[in-house]
């Protein structure tokens, strides 16, 4: 029996339209939901993702704005551009764009951008809530964590009492993602390069999530025919010019349930929380000012 795919396409098909009401809903009030996106040089892949940013953003009706700053750009320089951002009551939403320039890596970037403008979900005041216990989806949490629930919960898979495997312990992923699953009631064990045996943490899970950033990390050794596990593909790897993921969908789709295709998957479910998040700060703006 061959795995059900998971594809992200109907998911955002909804979301989307439900973005483009609220956007609208707020315009209504006098709030154009606008995005900015700092941008230091000219990494191809970074340009990429920005269009889906921006092609998402217009097509739900919220503004786009890119600052573009040279990969050369001093510290105290780049500093004063996101300050300024911060500053800016017409920006709702801002992303700086990862990776920055190397002279630029040891600032406190997850920090740098007010928490309340913070729509990646990375500032220390957002990521908080989810120690706290948050389960919260309207709050400015991590984008792929959040989107990887609005996935499971459009196809129908119940978390509570669930057994979750995740693998990779990254801040971005892996760590806020084991969080948000633990405050919805999954029972989730959160593997990584130090595991011991991390093919027994997959076979005894229902659902696993691969965030390990290498390609077909994982075969059909990982997972037990008899679970019919549901597979979460994180991965965005190229392998051959081509993007593939974590997982080895040619060798386990015949062995697990269900897995989301890479690329198709976890992907657009990103982008599409972003944008999510980005409306989500303008509806607590425009509530805050009532």
């Known amino acids: 029996m061959t795995a059900k795919l998971l594809s992200a396409a109907p998911v955002v098909d909804q979301f989307k339209r439900d973005l483009a009401e609220r956007c609208q809903a707020l315009k209504l009030k006098g709030f154009t939901p606008s ?69 630029l890596r040891n600032l406190d970037l997850p920090n740098l951008v007010h928490p309340a403008k913070d729509i990646d979900g990375f500032h220390g005041q957002n990521t908080q809530q989810l120690y706290a216990g948050t389960r919260d989806l309207s ?32 801040a971005i992923v892996g760590k806020p993602l084991s969080m948000l699953l633990t405050n919805l009631d999954a029972t989730v064990t959160l593997a990584h390069s130090q595991t011991k045996d991390i093919r027994e943490v997959t076979r005894q899970a229902e659902i696993v999530v691969a965030a390990v950033g290498k390609a077909r990390f994982m075969d059909r050794s990982y997972f037990n025919s008899e679970r019919r596990t549901v597979v979460i593909d994180v991965g965005m790897n190229s392998l051959n010019g081509k993007l593939t993921g974590d997982v080895d969908l040619d060798d386990v789709k015949d062995f697990v349930a269900a897995i989301t295709p890479v690329p198709g998957g976890v992907g657009p479910m990103t982008v599409v929380t972003l944008i999510d998040n980005l409306i989500s700060a303008v509806e607590r703006t425009a509530k805050g000012m009532q």
Request: hydrophobic share 40%; glycine share 10%; net charge neutral.
């Open 139 to 170: 709050l400015l949490l991590p984008c792929t964590p959040k989107g990887i629930i609005h996935l499971l919960n459009f196809y129908g898979y119940n978390l509570k009492g669930s057994s979750v495997a995740v693998i990779g312990r990254s």
């Open 35 to 103: 995005m900015c996106v700092v941008l230091v040089g000219d990494n191809p892949a970074s340009q990429s993702y920005i269009r889906n940013k921006r092609r998402i953003c217009e097509e739900v009706g919220a503004s786009f704005r890119l600052e573009h700053l040279p990969a050369d750009i001093g510290r105290n320089e780049f500093l004063g551009h996101v300050k300024e951002l911060n500053q800016d009551p017409g920006i709702h939403g801002i992303i700086v764009q990862l990776p920055v320039s190397e002279h």
